[in-house]
């Protein structure tokens, strides 16, 4: 058994397995490490040397859809995309379809990925530095973001289209992206002092979204698992609103999913009209 470590990088991987696809070495020889040598009986030895006899030809349509998939983090993150690569350079297209079974794995994980990155777009919230900070720091917005795939750098060019010009950094557990509105600054090990400046900034609007938030929630329309599905558990503590949430839940659960928000809006109704016939 081989064992090699891409250090997680995708271009690394791929020059791995174009040796190994050449020399003819089968998916159960190899395994790639995800931290700690995680197969006992694998030893890490070295690559043969050369291309390898074999030539092989894939479509250019795989290693976009392998280049997708290995963003994602979880078990088997590495192999399950040689094992695809090994089926379809050996003439088995239906590895890449969703009717196999390594196919329908390859794109669940494309999905999950592409989710994810919609994820970001949805539910970073860039809070706005004091303008002496931002002026230290050459930065205009930080952002603080956990997402469960390596989607950052791939999704992040989405906030330079929407945001223009503005100077801002978004930084993660793993890794950070800062733009000066001209250029990206990619780091796979985010600098610790760039979590501290995202982690630790001062919305001075959160309190104004929370009131309205809380005053336009509609406790008549809540369903918790869409809630759930649309937005996940996990992004709560990072968004202004996310600490309201639990608590409107249990007002619903307690009766005002039935009637809450109509007998709110006839309060309001007859304070409008006491006022005009006064």
Not at 50 to 79: D, I, S
Request: proline share 7%; net charge neutral.
């Amino acid at each position: 058994m081989i064992a090699l470590d891409c250090d997680d990088l995708f271009a690394t991987w791929r020059d791995q397995a174009r040796t190994l696809l050449g020399h003819g070495i089968d998916p159960a020889q190899v395994t790639w490490a995800q931290g700690p040598i995680d197969d006992l009986l694998a030893l890490p030895t070295p690559l043969p040397e050369g291309p390898g006899p074999f030539r092989a030809k894939v479509p250019a349509a795989l290693l976009t859809q392998l280049e997708q998939a290995a963003r994602y983090h979880g078990e088997q993150r590495w192999n399950l995309l040689y094992e695809v690569l090994w089926r379809v350079a050996h003439g088995d297209r239906t590895a890449m379809l969703a009717g196999d079974r390594l196919g329908s794995e390859l794109q669940r994980r494309i999905k999950q990925v592409s989710r994810e990155a919609h994820h970001l777009h949805a539910f970073v919230r860039f809070v706005p530095l004091p303008e002496a900070l931002a002026s230290q720091l050459n930065l205009d917005l930080v952002a603080y973001h956990e997402p469960a795939h390596d989607i950052l750098y791939s999704a992040s060019a989405h906030f330079a289209d929407r945001l223009g010009r503005q100077r801002w950094l978004i930084a993660t557990p793993r890794d950070g992206i800062r733009f000066d509105g001209q250029v990206f600054d990619y780091r796979r090990h985010c600098p610790e002092d760039w979590r501290q400046w995202a982690r630790n900034a001062d919305d001075p609007g959160a309190e104004l979204w929370r009131t309205y938030y809380r005053h336009t929630f509609n406790p008549a329309r809540l369903n918790p698992d869409a809630l759930r599905l649309h937005m996940p558990g996990r992004f709560w503590r990072h968004l202004p609103e996310g600490m309201l949430i639990p608590q409107l839940e249990g007002l619903a659960r307690q009766g005002k999913q039935r009637d809450g928000q109509a007998l709110e809006v006839g309060g309001l109704m007859g304070k409008r009209i006491t006022q005009r016939g006064s």
